[in-house]
Structures are given as C-alpha cells and as structure tokens.
C-alpha cells in the first residue's frame, strides 16, 4: 500500500466526461464490507457507457425503466444489474442527476482478504478467473442486485471506492471496443473499454 487509503468523493463521479473518468479509475480499488468483512481488489479494466446516444447504454435514448432509473441518479451511485440470469454486473453512475451515464468494471486484481474471495467463488486456486470478468469480480466481493442503487458516497455504505495512491503510467492504459456489444451498430466499434496492458486480471473477450 503506497499510502492511507483515500475514499474518492462525489466529484469524482460527477464529472461529465465518462471517457476520463473511466480511465482515471484504472488503479483505484474496489471496497465491499459485509457481515463485518472487508475484501478489496485493484481495478484493471472497466468499459465507458454514455446515454442517451450510446447504443450500447441501457439509457440509450433516454430509456427510463424501473432497473435503469438508478442510471439517472447523481454520481457514485451503484448500478447492479443481472446478466443471463446468472451474474450481477457492477456499474458505477456517473456525471449529475439526470445524465444517465455509467461506468462497467470488467477486471479486478485481488488484494484484500483473497481466502474469503476465493470461498465465495468455490475456488481453491488463485487464478484470473477469481475476477477477470465483471461477474466473476462481483461474486468474489460479494456483491449483487440487492445492494443497486446504494449511494456509494455515504458513510454506512458496503461498498466503495479507494485512492492507494498508486500511479498508473498513461503508457499503460490500453483502449479498446466493449465486450458483448455486437447489438450496437456503429457503437460497437467505439474504443471506451480501458485496461492495463498485459495485466493477468483483464478479462478475455468470449
């Protein structure tokens, strides 16, 4: 730990570039605390979501609906939603109330607390596939549906984002297209997905 960890405030989030604030959450660490456990993991890759003309956003088109309504709350609120039926999916709300911007984490590298992470995935083995993938990270820490919607900036909240105070070099920070959005027309081909190059924890496209 380079320093004493620093929960990142609200005007981080509210920000109106999602581009820029997705890339300056690469090496800042995701928190959860429940039951009294805390578990935690540096974030490697996420991907930049922007509604309304995002046709990749849930909010695409200003799209207001009972799970996207958390989507246009203030920033640091959490979006969780489930894919498949199976996995829960963390976002993060960004910009003010009323822009239904959000940003995905797709890759986490474990750091707190990794024997809890481990049960909770029925794992054995520190492997990438503990969190490399943003459904896989969310069952390690302990995160689902239930908590969507929590005001990530709160006191009480279970779930939080911390400054380390590690310095990730521009250099390193690879942009790409999104995973799975094939759906998206021209959207598709747009680059908002940021990561650490050659990081083990980056998730693999399917």
């Known amino acids: 730990m380079d320093k004493k960890p ?37 974030i490697v890759e996420v991907e930049a979501y922007r509604g309304p003309d995002d046709k990749a956003s849930h909010a695409y088109g200003l ?20 894919c498949y039926g199976i996995h829960h999916l963390f976002n993060i709300v960004t910009a003010r109330e009323g822009v239904p911007h959000a940003i995905l984490i797709r890759g986490l590298e474990p750091t707190d607390n990794v024997p809890l992470m481990l049960r909770r995935r029925n794992m054995k083995k520190l492997q990438p596939r503990l969190t490399a993938g943003p459904g896989v990270l969310s069952q390690a820490l302990g995160i689902t549906t239930a908590y969507s919607g929590t005001d990530m900036l709160a006191a009480d909240s279970p779930i939080w984002i911390e400054d380390r105070g590690a310095i990730i070099d521009e250099s390193d920070i690879q942009a790409g297209p999104r995973i799975g959005v094939d759906y998206a027309e021209e959207c598709a081909s747009w680059e908002w997905r940021f ?12």
Do not use: C
């Open 6 to 42: 620093t929960r990142l405030g609200r005007e981080f989030f509210t920000g109106e570039d999602v581009l820029k604030i997705s890339r300056s959450l690469i090496g800042k660490y995701l928190v959860t605390r429940f039951e009294g456990q805390e578990t935690a993991g540096r």
């Open 195 to 206: 990561y650490i190059r050659s990081n083990p924890w980056v998730s693999r496209a399917r």
């Open 63 to 82: 799209r207001y609906t009972n799970r996207t309504q958390v989507m246009y709350a203030e920033g640091g609120h959490a979006y969780i939603y489930l």
